[in-house]
Structures are given as structure tokens and as C-alpha cells.
């Protein structure tokens, strides 16, 4: 099975939909995958990720199933903070270097870092999202043991999710096994970018989702869209409603 994690395209977060650009991104994303298709798309619930997926679904003919638990909402109520200057912003949007910690961390104890000390529930938004993407891959017919997945239904269908730059990263680190402080310091994901994890059904019947793709925008230089819309995790970050 390969799995496509998909950021939203550059959103205007007060109104929930996408700028001019995320509109542009959003339909260099359905020609992208009207090349090699897809079987079942799964969305957020928030308007943002609906409008960037929509043009993929009308291109190949696929309805969207929502999936209440990408929503980013809930993810930043419980892992936002007030910074310095008043402003509620990801704790993770931090300087990476204050998410690595000391020398020798105990890397189950990320949430108890400063960059996260003023957090409403770090620890329980990630556990959440864990836990929903556990009973989402079980549906799909791989089930979570431990660090591995049993395939208990194995197959070799192309599974797209829209979602969000916090839900995402907070995701592919729990499918990795990465700390999440680890992942948030040296990875992230940009606009309307396709992350591929394959889920190869070993004859053991144990599998671990590999990384194929990171963060790609082929899409983006391929119609000539303005890169500074895409990187940059300035763009990226939103303001409390």
C-alpha cells in the first residue's frame, strides 16, 4: 500500500480556504495524480483541505470520506502557545535547536522540554493523533504491534490523506517511530506538498512504513508557481482565530 500524506495548499486561515496560489496548487495537485490515480481519498474537515482536494477528486472521479481527526483544530488547541510577543503560534514553530534538548534526552519525556512547557496538552494531542492514525491503518488492513504493523488485510492500494502542517509532521513521526521533537527539528512539509510512505506486505505479514518521498512539489515547478508560496515555515504558521 502506498499512503500520500498531502498539506493543504497556501491558505487563508480566517476565512478557511485557500489564497489565489493554494487555488493554483490545488489544481497542479489533481494533474499530478490524474497521471497514476488514486483508490480512496481522505480529508479533513476544514475548508482548506476540502478546496485542495477537491480538484484531484473531480479529476479522477473519487468521492471524499472526511476524517474527523485530521482536523487541525484540536491539534492546535492543545499544542499551541503564546510566545514572546503575545501571539499564540505551534510550540514546535520554535527555534529547532530548543526542540533537540539536552545531550543524553529521554526522548519520551519531549513534551516536558521548555518549547513545550506552555502547552495546554502536548502529550495527549499527540497520543490522540497516534491513536486515530492506528485505528485509520487498521481499517486499511494494516494493524499497529508495537513499533511494526501486522498486515492483516495486505494490498496495494494508493491511499491519499489531506490534511495539515501540524497534524502531518505530528502523523508521519508516529508512523516512523521519530520522537516528534526529533521529526519537528530536522523535517517539515510544505504547501500543497505529497509526502509517500509504502507499506510493503512482507511475507512475514510484519511491515514498517517507509519514506519514499518527503515534502515533494514536483508539481509546483512543473506549472511554474511561485516557490516563496510553498517553503518557508513563516508562510506556514497561523494565527490564533
Same mark, same amino acid.
Given at each position: ?6 498539506? $493543504?495548499?497556501? &491558505?487563508?486561515?480566517? #476565512? ?5 496560489? =493554494?487555488? %493554483?496548487?490545488? +489544481?497542479?495537485?489533481?494533474?499530478r495524480f490524474s497521471s497514476h ?73 519531549? $513534551?516536558?522540554? &521548555?518549547?513545550?512547557? #506552555? ?5 495527549? =494531542?499527540? %497520543?490522540?493523533? +497516534? ?72 511475507p512475514d505479514g510484519q511491515t ?34
Open positions: 500500500m502506498l499512503l500520500y500524506i498531502i498539506r $493543504h495548499g497556501e &491558505p487563508d486561515y480566517a #476565512s478557511d480556504s485557500l489564497t489565489g496560489n =493554494g487555488v %493554483r496548487q490545488a +489544481a497542479a495537485l489533481a494533474e490515480g488514486l483508490e480512496e481519498i481522505y480529508v479533513s474537515p476544514l475548508g482548506r483541505a476540502v478546496q485542495t482536494a477537491r480538484p484531484t477528486c473531480d479529476r479522477l472521479g473519487l468521492p471524499y470520506r472526511i476524517e474527523e481527526w485530521m482536523s487541525e483544530d484540536l491539534f492546535w488547541n492543545e499544542l499551541s502557545a503564546v510566545d514572546g510577543n503575545g501571539e499564540r503560534q505551534w510550540s514546535f514553530g520554535c527555534q529547532n535547536t530548543m526542540l533537540l534538548g539536552e545531550e543524553n534526552p529521554d526522548l519520551n519525556a519531549w $513534551h516536558t522540554y &521548555p518549547a513545550f512547557s #506552555s502547552c495546554k496538552a502536548a502529550e495527549k =494531542g499527540y %497520543r490522540r493523533i +497516534a491513536d486515530c492514525s492506528d485505528a485509520f491503518l487498521a481499517g486499511l488492513g494494516y494493524k499497529r504491534d508495537g513499533r511494526l504493523y501486522r498486515t492483516a488485510a495486505p494490498n496495494n492500494r494508493r491511499i491519499a490523506a489531506f490534511c495539515h502542517h501540524g497534524v502531518g509532521t505530528a502523523w508521519l513521526s508516529h508512523l516512523l517511530s521519530i520522537p516528534p521533537n526529533i521529526f519537528w527539528s530536522g523535517f517539515d512539509i510544505a504547501h500543497s506538498s505529497v509526502t509517500i510512505l509504502e507499506f510493503k506486505n512482507n514498517a512504513p517507509q519514506c519514499v518521498c518527503l515534502s515533494d512539489i514536483s508539481h509546483i515547478y512543473k506549472n511554474n508557481l511561485p516557490i516563496n508560496a510553498v517553503i518557508g515555515f513563516q508562510e506556514g504558521r497561523r494565527q490564533d482565530p
